[in-house]
């Protein structure tokens, strides 16, 4: 198992356990570009995806809820790349 399918699965497993870098580095995989936010906010968006992706860092993870767009996106596009 590759370090991606591994982080996804980490991802899936324990929602309330999220690394911030590692939700902002999923969300680029998935082809999300940062569009903004600097320090402990980040936004990312995608080329026709109406949905974007917002991170905060609160000590080095991101809320659950934001855990779950991420998991909804990577439902959405994990294959298309």
Request: aromatic letters at 8%; a positive charge.
């Amino acid at each position: 198992m590759n370090r991606r399918v591994k982080l996804i699965a980490s991802i899936r497993n324990n929602p309330k356990n999220v690394r911030f870098e590692d939700a902002c580095k999923v969300a680029q995989d998935l082809g999300f570009i940062h569009k903004g936010g600097q320090g402990s906010h980040r936004s990312f968006s995608r080329t026709g995806e109406p949905v974007g992706l917002n991170f905060q860092d609160r000590g080095g993870k991101i809320p659950k809820y934001q855990a779950d767009q991420l998991i909804a996106m990577i439902d959405k596009y994990h294959d298309d790349n």
